[in-house]
């Protein structure tokens, strides 16, 4: 057996790619290589956020939550349309920031035309702040993002119910006791289990402090170091990890999961750039794969 490599004292042990991404009860898959292909998939909530090319694993996904209109986000939706229905299924709601979902509509009439025959989907013109029900006690909740084209970010909220506080340490035979009395015990409590924000400026983390507290938050940083100038990150409507640096302590996720890499970097070298930040962050850092798991 050949002894570990020892890692020199002034290099952070990179950032391992994970097996799974979790967020609260659910699971996170997908994959982004910015500018190419992005699509983030809750598989138990037949949830994708953003498309990518429309891949056939994506056809089981009810809920298409576009982040933005741009092609490597959103190209696939007219694909998966027809996929479903070639398979019989019914079409997928579809969410769409507002300020582009008539041009969307527009583009998906020009696509029946072509194709010849109804593509179907309703098209919700989402506003942030609004919720939209997308299963029991369970909402996709936009948030603005910032972009040069019309954008959000969702968060995916879940109600539960939890013992009211004053009664916590009440032995069991006592509280059912209660209930049956008819007094409240329990109160219910929204929480945020996942946060994605499609591209955007880093001013999100400021704008929109609410998600630094979902337990997952899958945030874009396309740049990570100096082979893209922060300014021309900025011109493009993208973070670089330079800027993302002092923000490193305020994020309360669990898992912080940054994505939308550029080319510029391989997939194996990533890990490493991002451990300048991670051995700041309080939450674990994770990168999203860039590479299609499905
Ligand atoms: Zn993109």
């Known amino acids: 057996m050949q002894a570990p490599v020892p890692q020199p004292s002034n290099t952070p042990a990179p950032v391992e790619a994970p ?40 056809v089981r996904c009810d809920h298409l939550a576009l982040t933005h209109t741009h092609m490597d986000h959103a190209g696939g939706v007219p694909y998966l349309l027809a996929l479903r229905q070639l398979y019989g299924m019914a079409a997928p709601t579809l969410y769409v920031p507002a ?8 583009m998906l009439a020009a696509w029946e035309k072509v194709q010849r025959y109804p593509l179907g989907g309703p098209v919700i013109a989402t506003e942030p702040g609004e919720r939209y029900p997308i299963g029991r006690d369970t909402w996709l909740v936009p948030f603005r993002t910032y972009h ?12 539960k119910k939890r013992l009211r506080a004053e009664h916590i340490g009440r032995p ?3 509280l059912a006791d209660m209930k049956r009395r008819g007094l409240v015990i329990e109160e219910i409590v929204e929480h945020a289990v996942l946060a ?5 400026l880093v001013e999100v983390v ?9 337990d997952t938050l899958v945030l874009e940083c396309t740049f990570l170091d100096g082979r893209k100038q922060l300014a021309d990150a900025r011109a493009g409507g993208h973070v670089h990890l330079d800027e993302l640096m002092p923000f490193a302590s305020a994020f309360r996720n669990r ?30 850092v994770l990168p999203f794969p860039m590479d299609p798991t499905f």
């Open 19 to 58: 097996a799974l991404i979790r967020a609260g009860e659910f699971t996170v898959g997908g994959f982004s290589l910015g500018g190419v292909e992005t699509a983030v998939v809750v598989p138990e909530l037949r949830l994708a956020i953003d498309v990518g090319r429309g891949r056939q694993a994506l």
């Open 255 to 284: 898992q912080l999961v940054l994505s939308h890499f550029s080319q510029l970097y391989r997939a194996d070298e990533v890990p490493g750039l991002l451990a300048r930040f991670a051995e700041n962050a309080r939450p674990t």
């Open 148 to 159: 040069p084209v019309p954008s959000n970010g969702y968060q995916v909220v879940r109600a």
């Open 99 to 106: 300020q582009a979902a008539e041009a969307f509509k527009a």
């Open 206 to 214: 400021e704008k929109q402090p609410h998600i630094l507290e979902a």
């Open 196 to 200: 994605v924000t499609g591209d955007t």
């Open 172 to 174: 069991g035979p006592e």
